[in-house]
């Protein structure tokens, strides 16, 4: 089961469990869209893997499989990738 994870690993933003903006990898990294598209560049820093839309869970289920309360911030794993 996906944790969910509360935030994006670059800037630290709030990603609550019913954000449609929230991306993931295969390993549940969690970065926010415009983390990925500004600095990552569709690619997870972690494991290189591809960065997709995390799922919603539905709120019902929410309260019998909670989100994650663990912020993970990796900010110095999310240079730009744009930069020559």
Do not use: Q
Request: hydrophobic letters at 30%.
């Amino acid at each position: 089961m996906l944790s969910l994870r509360p935030n994006c690993e670059c800037c630290d933003r709030d990603l609550p469990p019913e954000c449609r903006d929230a991306m993931i990898c295969t390993f549940e990294c969690t970065f926010c869209a415009d983390c990925v598209e500004s600095r990552l560049g569709g690619t997870c820093p972690n494991c290189g893997g591809e960065l997709v839309r995390r799922p919603v869970r539905p709120a019902a289920l929410l309260l019998k499989y909670p989100a994650s309360t663990e912020r993970i911030v990796k900010p110095e794993g999310c240079a730009r990738t744009d930069a020559a």
